[in-house]
């Protein structure tokens, strides 16, 4: 993995334009990202019961075969998810996300998971996507949160940490309002709550400009977008690359799908 923070990536004043939300040209540079730890995945230990729970027969079949392209015990074990927490994931769709981090807090955690409208609508067969976790019973610490990404409704300053996966890059060609979502998750974290995101790498140089073709995005854009928003950059780890992904194509790629090259970073509320 490259570790050359001090490369800059910049959007073009028509990508701004046409990605909306955007107020001047953005560059990331050494500053935005100084200073993080790169945990490699090798270094990373999962303990026993975080294994077991993550294995547990309560998530559904489907969502288990997902598991070797996206290595569910090992992140929790990257972002320190324990029994107890309160935590969410936002734009959750049918709950993969949601279901293991519902298994890493157990029965004495909190879980919200957040769907707006337009992705409620997307869903083809129901515009509950949770509805095949909730209806079960099996999850009673997961909480539906229907509300929009400008208006989480998350309560304030209760919740150890919120997840992205695999949409920060849409949030550009629908034109979400960035600042005031990653304002909003500021406000829900507890002092020193945890911001992960994970998301497909596009090809160096890229920067935004393959959000919606290729549903890729550079991760200097994420850092800047998020550490513009006052939360400091504490880790990343290469769990999830995969250099047999040329960057270049489709996520959605039928030999590529579920095993692209991710990025996954740990962000931190100063505590």
């Known amino acids: 993995m490259s570790h050359m923070i001090a490369r800059r990536s910049f959007l073009t004043a028509g990508s701004l334009i046409a990605f909306g939300g955007a107020a001047g040209l953005s560059f990331i540079t050494q500053a935005n990202a100084a200073g993080h730890k790169i ?3 090798a270094d990373i230990v999962v303990p026993d019961a975080l294994r077991a729970a993550i294995n547990s027969d309560r998530r559904p079949e489907a969502d288990k075969k997902r598991d070797a392209g996206r290595k569910p015990a090992e992140t929790m074990a990257f972002f320190g998810i324990k029994p107890g927490m309160t935590v969410a994931e936002l734009m959750t769709s049918r709950g993969y996300f949601t279901a293991v981090l519902a298994e890493a807090v157990g029965p004495s955690g909190k879980v919200y998971g957040q769907n707006n409208k337009w992705l409620r609508d997307r ?8 509805a095949g976790l909730l209806d079960t019973g099996n999850y009673p610490q997961i ?20 997840f992205m996966v695999m949409f920060y890059h849409d949030l550009y060609w629908l ?5 005031k979502l990653n304002a909003g998750v500021m406000a829900a974290l507890k002092p020193g709550g945890i911001y992960g995101i994970i998301d497909h790498h596009a090809a160096p140089g890229m920067g935004v400009l393959d959000v919606n073709k290729n549903h890729r995005i550079e991760k200097y854009a994420v850092i800047d977008d998020v550490t513009k928003a006052g939360f400091e950059l504490a880790e990343e780890t290469d769990l999830l690359e995969n250099p047999r992904d040329s960057m270049k194509v489709s996520v959605f790629q039928q030999e590529l799908r579920g095993f692209t090259n991710q990025f996954v970073l740990k962000f931190r509320k100063p505590a």
């Open 39 to 41: 945990v490699h995945a």
């Open 123 to 130: 869903v083809k067969d129901t515009n509950r996507p949770l």
């Open 143 to 162: 909480v539906e949160q229907n509300t929009e990404l400008e208006d989480l409704q998350l309560p304030a300053g209760q919740l150890d940490a919120i």
């Open 175 to 179: 034109g979400a309002d960035r600042a």
